[in-house]
């Protein structure tokens, strides 16, 4: 289980006025003036065994047990020349209202998390539940335990820290991620309402394409196999140029067209996956700092040609259909620049 903050929970106290006016407040009411309630006892002279006094075997040295009852939580290690400071300047910005010393903790915890999500979730996920520990109220800490969550499977989790970031920061950007986390919780029909809470053209370019991923991933829980493929037929699904998202998308877009027994159209596109992951890894080795990478050249036209036919989507005119219907950018929008691969 997580250890998440409390919150601003009020402690009891022995004259707290909730048990002074009236109604239930439990046992706290159950109290004499001359001490608190004692339980009766039952025939035979013995107490009820709910008010028994808990009997535990002495130790062995004869000393009183003094161990807490909670068990004590260990915070990951975390290495001498990592110190927070390689956050980025907005995130370092956000821990500004925690004192010095938690700030310190927590940034290092972040830095570790972020750097170990890939090669070992799960300990990138003990490192952002100690982050959570000392900086639960600010939104980047309970965004990364929810993503950190997801990645391990721990889907309710997941649900429930992205629900608290979306409410902190109003931040709609982890809404795939909270429609994939009802799907993994076996909630298909939950997914797809939480997707269409949102209007998609309010979204991020890469979210709406995430968005339609998950959503098709939902399709498919349902058996709705056709209309899983028309989620990912959008404006980004363009054959020719590769984004940053790209590769997810050919993907997805693959895997529905092998469900539907498509298998050379699902080849053609599991093919541009690759091409457009190759090509995205030599631009960034190249120094381009770029998500966009023309894929023209890449491509040989046989490979293009091949599915053009009626059955394959027509991304010139679906980016003017679904520009036009719900006001998504045209994967070459203006200010959008693109390398030859």
Do not use: C
């Not at 700092?289 to 989507?313: F, M, Q």
Request: glycine share 10%; no cysteine; hydrophobic share 35%.
């Amino acid at each position: 289980m997580s250890e998440t903050p409390r919150g601003d929970r009020r402690p009891w106290r022995r004259d707290d006025e909730r048990g002074r006016r009236g109604g239930s407040a439990g046992p706290r009411q159950a109290r004499r003036a001359g001490g608190p309630e004692r339980a009766k006892p039952e025939r035979g002279g013995k107490p009820h065994p709910a008010f028994a006094p808990r009997r535990t075997a002495p130790p062995e040295d004869g000393q009183p047990d003094t161990k807490s009852v909670r068990p004590r939580i260990v915070d990951p290690s975390v290495p001498d020349a990592v110190t927070g400071k390689e956050l980025p300047r907005d995130v370092r910005a956000e821990l500004r209202t925690l004192t010095a010393e938690n700030q310190e903790f927590v940034s290092k915890h972040l830095v570790m998390a972020a750097r170990l999500i890939d090669e070992d979730p799960a300990l990138a996920h003990r490192h952002a539940l100690s982050a959570s520990r000392k900086g639960g109220r600010i939104g980047v800490v309970r965004e990364t335990l929810g993503i950190t969550a997801y990645r391990v499977g721990d889907f309710a989790l997941a649900l429930r820290e992205l629900r608290t970031y979306r409410r902190i920061s109003g931040s709609d950007d982890q809404l795939p991620l909270m429609v994939d986390s009802e799907r993994g919780l076996g909630r298909p029909e939950r997914a797809l309402e939480l997707a269409r809470s949102v209007p998609r053209g309010t979204l991020p370019v890469a979210v709406q394409v995430e968005l339609a991923i998950a959503m098709s991933g939902a399709r498919l829980d349902l058996g709705q196999t056709e209309a899983a493929l028309a989620e990912l037929e959008i404006p980004q699904l363009d054959p020719d140029t590769a984004y940053s998202w790209s590769p997810g998308l050919f993907d997805a877009y693959a895997a529905v067209l092998e469900e539907l027994g498509r298998a050379e159209e699902a080849a053609t596109w599991y093919r541009r996956a690759d091409i457009a992951t190759a090509a995205l890894q030599g631009d960034a080795e190249d120094g381009d700092e770029e998500d966009i990478v023309e894929l023209v050249a890449e491509a040989e036209s046989d490979d293009l040609a091949e599915t053009t036919g009626p059955d394959a989507p027509d991304p010139d005119a679906s980016d003017a259909e679904a520009g036009e219907a719900d006001g998504a950018p045209a994967p070459d929008a203006p200010g959008d620049t693109g390398t030859e691969a």
